[in-house]
């Protein structure tokens, strides 16, 4: 039996996974269902926006479910209809068992990460801001607990120096469309060896919990690889931040996107820097930042230069 021979369903909702339903698309493989997150209301207008996933299956004309909770009876007997071999996970919710174990090969996800490093909802991120050189994916099949099932396969990225998580994203999302092709042929075979994690001989493992805002607030006391590590691991989002007083003693928020280490003489950690015209740097506990790309609340991200053009007093700026 081939890949092609089986009934598939995908669950995903970001780009990320929609490189992957792509793939499995292009390369004929049956479709019989997607589930992705249900619409929900964005922007100032609040208008139901559809998820990434669900957009292209819609122009695939492919059967769309978009269920409130995965454990709803009608769902079950919904998805128990569409008679799949295999599901497939990519950037999607935690499944109940009653889901996971319902088709007769199983379940499988892509996870950004090598696992079992990084189990958690923001592995890209984490190995970015731990200042980790590499990084990957891996399919794995799911158990109880989360991303802790058996291993199938896993490719392996170089993080570059200057690499922040938006690289990573872009490069992982192809490498893993392939990677989910290649498992979905070898469960179909029968041709893979799965290797429990705990098996793996990994002694220390790197947790990737979900970021929140002040995962994200620079701490200038530490040291600038650190700081740059979070800069990169953030950016383009959510984005790491800082807080700045302006002259009238109004708190205003910047997000940093880009940022380069330059020598220290001696400043405090927190101090500002500006010749108000082309440089802004902030000092760490070690080393400058040199700032390239920034947006200030309220404003659009823009270069340092364009944004010191903007400002009639730059200098007036303190790091909060």
């Known amino acids: 039996m081939t890949g092609k021979d089986l009934r598939i369903v995908f669950m995903g909702t970001p780009d990320f996974a929609v490189a992957s339903l792509k793939a ?35 122009e695939q004309g492919l059967h769309v479910m978009q269920p409130e909770k995965l454990k709803n009876p009608e769902f079950i007997s919904e998805l128990e ?31 950004g990460s090598l696992l079992p490093q990084y189990r958690g909802a923001a592995p890209l991120n984490w190995a970015v801001m731990n200042g980790d050189k590499e990084t990957g994916v891996t399919t794995f099949l799911l158990s109880h607990e989360i991303d802790t099932g058996a291993i199938l396969f896993r490719e392996k990225i170089t993080i570059g120096d200057d690499d922040n998580v938006g690289d990573i ?15 979905v042929d070898a469960l179909a075979a029968g041709n893979f060896q799965a290797i429990e994690q705990d098996d793996m001989g990994a002694e220390t493992l790197k947790p990737a919990p979900k970021i ?9 006391t530490k040291p600038a690889v650190a700081v740059r590590n979070q800069i990169r691991g953030l950016s383009p989002y959510p ?6 007083i302006d ?74």
């Open 81 to 111: 209809a569409l008679k799949a071999d295999l599901q497939v996970i990519v950037a999607f919710r935690m499944l109940p068992e009653v889901v996971w174990r319902m088709p007769r090969l199983g379940t499988f996800n892509l996870h």
């Open 212 to 220: 929140f805002k002040d995962d994200c607030k620079i701490d200038w």
């Open 247 to 320: 002259g009238k003693g109004k708190a205003l928020g910047l997000k940093i996107f880009k940022a380069e280490i330059e020598p220290l003489n001696g400043a405090a950690p927190g101090t500002l820097e500006t010749d108000g015209k082309t440089y802004l740097k902030i000092a760490a506990s070690d080393g400058w930042l040199a700032i390239s790309d920034l947006q200030l609340s309220g404003k659009k991200r823009m270069a340092t230069a364009d944004f010191l053009r903007g400002v009639q007093d730059p200098g007036q700026f303190k790091v909060q």
């Open 24 to 58: 499995l698309v292009d390369g004929g493989y049956t479709i019989a269902g997607v589930i992705t997150a249900p619409d929900k209301p964005a922007g100032r207008g609040r208008q139901l926006q559809q998820s990434a996933v669900k957009q292209y299956a819609v």
């Open 169 to 183: 994203h872009d490069r992982l999302m192809e490498i893993g469309a392939t990677l989910v092709v290649k498992t």
């Open 239 to 244: 984005a790491a931040w800082t807080e700045l």
